[in-house]
Every structure is written in structure tokens, then in C-alpha cells.
């Protein structure tokens, strides 16, 4: 891969991150998303970077508001025409944001498909359930009547419903069992890439870990690459390959699913993990963890590291410097001045921790000449190990 | 801590009950020929002054339909329900005050939101439908404000659900039902629709409303972290069923019925040993297994356990029966952990 150093080269835009895009059935570059309102701009993404092998799955967690579904939607060009959108998708190397509609459409049948969150309001309530599964498959002539009956049957009773279901009309199941009905649909047309947002936060345990399961067949046996968005850290770290945390609109922590959920680098990334409490756990009994404050408005974000005013230890320069994911161990990453050393600080123009000086230096989402700032939510992790 | 006695008992020494059902049945006949749906089958359920008892099990287990009977929104089919140990009376006047003093927190406080009303008018509207009366009622709407954690509450009176965040809308929804000063609060699935981070506080304040205020809690829920995190008693549910109760520890450290030790091992990052995914068709309430409602996705009927105990036919054949909802006692509802020889097999415990 190209090298670039830690803060990009000057003048250049700063190598993809982590491996080479080849092999990748998914790759997203610097993807930034804002939403025109009448109150102006909101920046609900801001450059978001990564990429993911086809059987592989990425687990993105992250506060209610933070950008998940935006970054979901964005993928299949699903975003209100408020959106304004920069960056690329690509998919098995054709640019999402720049496809014709044609093809975008074809892609959004069988290329990739989206399990949303609230399946109550995605479903239709005067038609029957098994009549919604083999929609799909008849509008593309992927069936006739008959086979397609068959097929609803099949799904329902693969996502763990009984096949007689199918002549149900949505209120009379429970909230888990339309949730199932949700994936059922989502797997209707065998999509390559699933995008899963929030797929099992109405479910139960018992259901959760069957839906799980499924999801781990298909990814491994038909090299489905999976993007599982979810605020359950706990479910990400079990069921993914690696995990990304975002915070306000960025990723703000990259690497190994397990690693970042047991010993997370980033001051938030720690919070939410301790926020999940373990059952038999006796620090956590009677003892609910939570993390005070809300997210940050997109339109009114904190200078500095957006994080800061609730970030249980920030220092006196966060609300200057805004950081970058910078390397944080092996094969991982985090946007925090704190996993930097002494040398790097320097390398990357932070100013140091018990240093009031330093301010002109300071990082803000304004480019900075020298091309030292603007590399944001952007994974170095070999470059500097 | 003001709690009563020792919160690990709840009422367990305080003698009667707030809220008790007896016998409980709810069925919802069947359409067009369909058999009627049994959704709540024989539960006897307790919960006492300043305790918070935690009702678990899986979707479409009954959980909601039970916590609907508890607050006298449905009638039993068979059993009751009782306030303070008096059957409640199904007229709408005498709901009226019962429900003054057993309010309903819902899951999604959007929902339960009107977008129109200030969060003033929201938490008022319950005490002026109660209670007609207005009179200082800007008192009473800052004081469940600032239980609630809202304050200063005088800072959120005109603000709309939009302008709040998930976190706070779910604390306008409990204000709302705090300030009819209720005894018990039954709470469906309370945090499931927010962020952990924020779901960490809401708990906090579940836990301090019980501790100041002595308020009882019937927190029903999917969620065994939840229940590990602020309750007093579990009570797990299968298919209509309350199939073991005891303390949290009793039946989250150390389980005894086959489901709640699959419901356990299951949990994302447990350390409960294999995995127990329970295959099979999903619990049907208009299809209820004779024998133990369990038997046919019990894995330890299938490993073959259950028959080295000598109970593999009973398991089949006869109902182990309803627990009774009395605090303090242990219970479980199957055969095969009341059968004295062999020992349940070791379990390798959740944390
Ligand atoms: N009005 C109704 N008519 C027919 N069946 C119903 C009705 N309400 C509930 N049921 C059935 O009763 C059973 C119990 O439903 P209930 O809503 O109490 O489950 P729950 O335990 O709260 O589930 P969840 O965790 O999904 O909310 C389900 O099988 C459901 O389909
Ligand atoms: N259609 C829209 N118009 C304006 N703002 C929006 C729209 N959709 C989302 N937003 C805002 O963008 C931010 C990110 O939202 P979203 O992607 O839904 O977050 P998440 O899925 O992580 O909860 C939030 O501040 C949200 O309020
Ligand atoms: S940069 Fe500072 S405020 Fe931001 S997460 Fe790190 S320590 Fe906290
Ligand atoms: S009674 Fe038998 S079938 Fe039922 S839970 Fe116990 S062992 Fe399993
Ligand atoms: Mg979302
Ligand atoms: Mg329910």
C-alpha cells in the first residue's frame, strides 16, 4: 500500500485505510454526510473510512444520534434528498454515489440489502406476512406464485417462525416475532452485502442468539460481507470481526471486535463497554453504569476532541485538539490524544499534555496547510508500528 | 439507604403484598375456529411494598399481557388480581383510583409522548384526569421533575418531546407517572429503546425512586442484565408460565430450570459454559405441550439427563405445576430439578 506519513502527505489525499482495497467487496472513502434544514447544516458524518472482505463482518456501535443509520442508508444511496453527500462507496468497485438509477436499483435488490430498525413501522399492517416475504422474489421474476409461497415458508421458519405464520397479518405477532419477519424479507433475494441496522434490538436473548447464528451461516457459508449497526457493544463484540465505534458523526475507535469491547483505547469506547453490565458480575449488581450527558448536537459540536465536555478524563487540551484515529496497538486505532506517545505527539503537531502552549497549533476541522489536520476517522495503524 | 429492611426480600418480612395476582389466566379466543391463545396459564405473582421484582422470559412469553392484567387493562379469564389484598373491582371508577396508585412506564417513550404537549402539560395531565384539581399543581409538576432527575425542572416546563433527548423524554414519561405519587410503577421494557449509556441512568433512577420513595417496581423485561442491575426478585416466564422465582442471585448465579440456564448461557459474552440456542418452534400460547409446557426444546431432556434422574416421563406426561408467587422462597417448575438423584449437573455459572 502507499505510504503516506502519519499526518498525510502534503497536498495529497492520505493513503486508504487499513490494507489494500483489492478483495474488498465494500470499501467507503472519507465519507461525509450532512442534512440541509431550516436551521442549517448538519454535519451528521464526517469522513468515515473503512472496508470489508466478502464472509467478513464490521460491527458499528455508537449513541443513538451519532451517525449510524446515516452512514447505513448512505451506502444504498437511501438518504432524503436533504442529504448532501461526499466521499465514495465503493461496491465490488463501482461507486454507489456516482451509479445511474438503473443499476443502483438492480444493486438494491441483489447486490445488498438492508434489515432496518423498528420493524413495526416497516411493515405493511393489511397485508399478510408471507404475502410482503415473496414480494420480492415475484417483482423479479426470481418466482412463480407457487415457489415463491414456498420460499416465504422456508424463511419464515429459517429466522425461527412457524411456516403457517405466513397468514398473518402483522399485529397479531409480538414484537419479536415481526422483527423475524423483517430479516425473513432481507434475505429474500440472497443479497451479497447485508447492511443490518439495529437487526436484533427488539429481540429477546433466546431469539438474538438464533438470529445470530443465521447470520453467521450465511456470512460464512455464501461469503455475505455484513455490516451490523447496533448500540449493544456486547452483540457487536460476540458476533463481529472487527468493531468501529463512532462518536458525533466519526469513527472514533478501530480494531479487533473482542479487544476493542474488553479493553477499549478510546475514553467512550470504555464507557459503553462498561455500560453492559455481566450477569453474575458483583460489581455490577444493583449497580447500573451509565455515561452522563447527552451526545452533542451535530450543529453545535464542542471544539477540540467533540467528546470532551463529557469525557471522564479529558485533559486541559482536548477542547483544542481535535484528534485523528490515530494507532492505538496492534491492528488498532483510536481518536484520542491520549494513545499517543511523546515522540508522535510531536510527529502530528499536538501539543503536549501539561503544556498550556501550544494553542495556534491546535487541531480544528479546518484544514491546516500543511495537510497535518484534516486526515480524519482515518486508521494508520501500520504506519506507525 | 431508606430502603425497606433489606431490599434483597422486598416484602418478604412486610407481610401483604401491594400487588398479587392468584391463578391468573388470560386467553384471547382464537379466530375462525383457530384455538384460543393462552397467553398468561396459572401465575401466582407478588410484589411486595418497596420491592422491585424483575419479570423475565422470551418474546410472546405472556410478559406484557400479565403486566397489562396487573394494571386492570385486561380481565382475567380465570384468577385475579389483587390491590393490597382486595380483588380489583373491573368498574371504570374503581379502575380509576387503582390506577391512580399503580401507574404504567411504557417502553417507548416517544410513543407515549404527545408531540404537541409541553413537558409541563405532559406530567400534568395524569393528576388533572385523576384528580380534577389544578391547584398547585406547578408544585407538584416540578417536584416529579426533579424526581425524575430533570432539574432544574422548571428549565424543561415548555419544552416539546423533539427538543429532548431519548433519555430525557423516558424521565418525563416516569414524572408523569410519579406525580400521582404512585406505590407501584410497572414498567414494560422501560430502556429497551435507548442507548446504554443512557439506560445506565435510567436504571440509576429506578433503583434511587425505590430507595428514597420506597416505590415498587414490576420491571418486565428480555433484558437479564437489567434485572442483575437494580432488581430485588426474578421471576422467569415461559410460554404463559412463571417456571422459577427467587432472588436475583438465587435465579441469575445460580439457575435450576433448564430455561433460565439456556436463557444464561446465550447471553452475548457470557461465560456460562456452550451456548444452549433452543431450536424448535418458538413458544405458540394456542398450542401449550402437555406434560411440562418445556419439555419439547428442553435440552436437558434431550441430553438424555432428565431420563438418567428418572423423570423423562413425567416431563412428558405431567405438569410440573404453578409456582406460588410468595417472596423469600426459591421456586422452580420441573421435574428434573426436584428429583434427588443424580445432582443437576455442575453449572459452570454466568460470571
Ligand atoms: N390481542 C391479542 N389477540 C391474540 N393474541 C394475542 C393478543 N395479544 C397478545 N397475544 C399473544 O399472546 C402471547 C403473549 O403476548 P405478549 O405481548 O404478552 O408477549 P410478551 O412476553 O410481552 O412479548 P415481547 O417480549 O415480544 O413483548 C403472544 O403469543 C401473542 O401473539
Ligand atoms: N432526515 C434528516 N434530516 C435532518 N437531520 C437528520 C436526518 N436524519 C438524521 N438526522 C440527524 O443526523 C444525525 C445522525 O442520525 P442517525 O444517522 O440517524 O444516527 P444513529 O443511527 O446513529 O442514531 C442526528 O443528529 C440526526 O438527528
Ligand atoms: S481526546 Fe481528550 S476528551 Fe477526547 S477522548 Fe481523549 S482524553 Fe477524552
Ligand atoms: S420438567 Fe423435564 S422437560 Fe421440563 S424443564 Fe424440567 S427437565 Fe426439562
Ligand atoms: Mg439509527
Ligand atoms: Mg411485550
New interface residues.
Given amino acids: 500500500m502507499k505510504q503516506s506519513t502519519p499526518a498525510g502527505a502534503t497536498g495529497e489525499r492520505p493513503a486508504p485505510a487499513t490494507a489494500d482495497a483489492g478483495g474488498r467487496y465494500l470499501e467507503v472513502d472519507d465519507l461525509s454526510v450532512s442534512y440541509r434544514t431550516a436551521g442549517g447544516e448538519i454535519p451528521a458524518v464526517r469522513g468515515v473510512s473503512f472496508g470489508l472482505e466478502p464472509g467478513r463482518k464490521l460491527g458499528v456501535a455508537g449513541?443513538?444520534g451519532c451517525g449510524k443509520s446515516t452512514v447505513a442508508l448512505a451506502l444504498l444511496r437511501l438518504l432524503p434528498r436533504s442529504a448532501r453527500t461526499s466521499g465514495s462507496v465503493l461496491l465490488d468497485g463501482e461507486d454507489v454515489l456516482a451509479m445511474r438509477w438503473g443499476r443502483l436499483r438492480a444493486v438494491r435488490w441483489s447486490g445488498a440489502s438492508i434489515v432496518f430498525q423498528g420493524a413495526m413501522h416497516a411493515l405493511n399492517p393489511v397485508q399478510r406476512v408471507g404475502g410482503q416475504i415473496a414480494e420480492p422474489l415475484l417483482v423479479h421474476g426470481r418466482a412463480d406464485p407457487a415457489q415463491a409461497r414456498g420460499q416465504a415458508a422456508e424463511l419464515l421458519e429459517q429466522v425461527?417462525?412457524?411456516a403457517w405464520r405466513a397468514r398473518s397479518y402483522p399485529h397479531e405477532l409480538?414484537?419479536?416475532?415481526r422483527q423475524r419477519a423483517m430479516i425473513a424479507m432481507a434475505l429474500a433475494c440472497r443479497p451479497q452485502l447485508i447492511v443490518a441496522d439495529e437487526p436484533t434490538?427488539?429481540?429477546?436473548?433466546?431469539?438474538?442468539?438464533?438470529i445470530l447464528?443465521l447470520i453467521d451461516e450465511l456470512v460464512a457459508g455464501l461469503d455475505i460481507s455484513m455490516l451490523m449497526i447496533s448500540?449493544?457493544?456486547?452483540?457487536l463484540?460476540?458476533?463481529c470481526d472487527r468493531l468501529a465505534v463512532m462518536y458525533a458523526g466519526r469513527i472514533v475507535e478501530e480494531g479487533p471486535a473482542e479487544e476493542v469491547?474488553a479493553a477499549a483505547r478510546h475514553p467512550y469506547g470504555a464507557?459503553?463497554s462498561a455500560?453492559?453490565?455481566?450477569?453474575?458480575?458483583?460489581a455490577?449488581?444493583?449497580?447500573?453504569?451509565?455515561?452522563?450527558g447527552?451526545?452533542p448536537d451535530p450543529a453545535e459540536l464542542p471544539s477540540g476532541c467533540a467528546f470532551h465536555p463529557r469525557c471522564p478524563e479529558a485533559q486541559e487540551r482536548c477542547s483544542r485538539v481535535d484528534p485523528l484515529l490515530w494507532p492505538a496497538g496492534a491492528d488498532r486505532s483510536a481518536a484520542c490524544v491520549r494513545v499517543l506517545t511523546p515522540e508522535q505527539e510531536r510527529a502530528a503537531g499536538v501539543p503536549p499534555a501539561d503544556e498550556g502552549g501550544g494553542a495556534d497549533r491546535g487541531h480544528t476541522a479546518e484544514p491546516d496547510p500543511d495537510g497535518a489536520a484534516p486526515a480524519q476517522a482515518r486508521p494508520h495503524p501500520q504506519e506507525w508500528s | 439507604m431508606s430502603a425497606p429492611a433489606d431490599p434483597a426480600r422486598g416484602s418478604a418480612a412486610g407481610g401483604a403484598p401491594v400487588l398479587s395476582t392468584a391463578g391468573l389466566q388470560i386467553a384471547f379466543s382464537g379466530r375462525s375456529g383457530r384455538a384460543a391463545a393462552r397467553a398468561v396459564d396459572g401465575v401466582d405473582l407478588e410484589i411486595g411494598a418497596g420491592e422491585i421484582v424483575a419479570l423475565v422470559?422470551?418474546?410472546?412469553c405472556g410478559k406484557s399481557t400479565l403486566a397489562r392484567a396487573l394494571l386492570g387493562l385486561v380481565r382475567p379469564t380465570a384468577g385475579a388480581v389483587s390491590f393490597h389484598g382486595r380483588g380489583l373491582v373491573y368498574r371504570p371508577r374503581d379502575l380509576k383510583a387503582f390506577r391512580r396508585r399503580v401507574q404504567l412506564v411504557l417502553q417507548d417513550p416517544t410513543g407515549a409522548l404527545n408531540p404537541r404537549h409541553t413537558v409541563y402539560d405532559a406530567v400534568a395531565e395524569g393528576r388533572r384526569i385523576h384528580t380534577g384539581s389544578t391547584a398547585d399543581e406547578r408544585d407538584h409538576v416540578a417536584e416529579a421533575l426533579s424526581r425524575a432527575g430533570l432539574r432544574p425542572p422548571e428549565r424543561f416546563f415548555l419544552r416539546y418531546p423533539h427538543e429532548l433527548?431519548?433519555?430525557?423524554r423516558q424521565r418525563v414519561a416516569i414524572a408523569g407517572a410519579l406525580i400521582l405519587q404512585p406505590e407501584v410503577i410497572v414498567a414494560d421494557e422501560p430502556v429497551?429503546s435507548l442507548?446504554?449509556?443512557?439506560?445506565?441512568?435510567?436504571?440509576?433512577l429506578l433503583?434511587r425512586l425505590r430507595d428514597d420513595y420506597g416505590l415498587a417496581a414490576l420491571v418486565v423485561t428480555?433484558?437479564?442484565?437489567l434485572?442483575?442491575?437494580?432488581a430485588d426478585r426474578a421471576a422467569v416466564m415461559y410460554l404463559g408460565r412463571v417456571v422459577e422465582t427467587g432472588t436475583?442471585?438465587e435465579v441469575?448465579?445460580a439457575p435450576r430450570h433448564p430455561y433460565t440456564r439456556?436463557?444464561?448461557s446465550?447471553?452475548?459474552?457470557?461465560s456460562?459454559g456452550e451456548?444452549q440456542?433452543?431450536a424448535g418452534?418458538?413458544p405458540?400460547p394456542t398450542r401449550i405441550p402437555a406434560g411440562c409446557r418445556f419439555h419439547v426444546r428442553c435440552p436437558v431432556l434431550a441430553s438424555g439427563a432428565a431420563q438418567a434422574a428418572g423423570v423423562a416421563d413425567r416431563c412428558r406426561s405431567e405438569d410440573p405445576g404453578m409456582l406460588g408467587g410468595s417472596p423469600g422462597v426459591a421456586q422452580v417448575a420441573c421435574h428434573w430439578a426436584h428429583a434427588p438423584e443424580p445432582e443437576p449437573a455442575e453449572w459452570a455459572?454466568?460470571?
Fill in positions: 449513541e443513538s425461527g417462525l412457524p409480538s414484537g419479536g416475532q434490538t427488539a429481540l429477546d436473548v433466546m431469539i438474538q442468539a438464533q447464528r448500540h449493544d457493544l456486547s452483540v463484540a460476540e458476533t469491547f464507557a459503553l455500560a453492559f453490565p455481566r450477569v453474575g458480575d458483583p455490577s449488581r444493583r449497580a447500573p453504569r451509565g455515561l452522563p447527552d451526545p | 422470559g422470551e418474546s410472546g433527548s431519548g433519555g430525557q429497551a442507548d446504554a449509556s443512557v439506560r445506565g441512568e435510567i436504571l440509576q433503583l428480555h433484558d437479564l442484565g434485572a442483575w442491575n437494580i436475583v442471585e441469575l448465579a439456556a436463557l444464561l446465550v447471553l452475548p459474552e457470557s456460562a451456548q440456542i433452543l418452534e418458538p405458540d455459572g454466568p460470571g
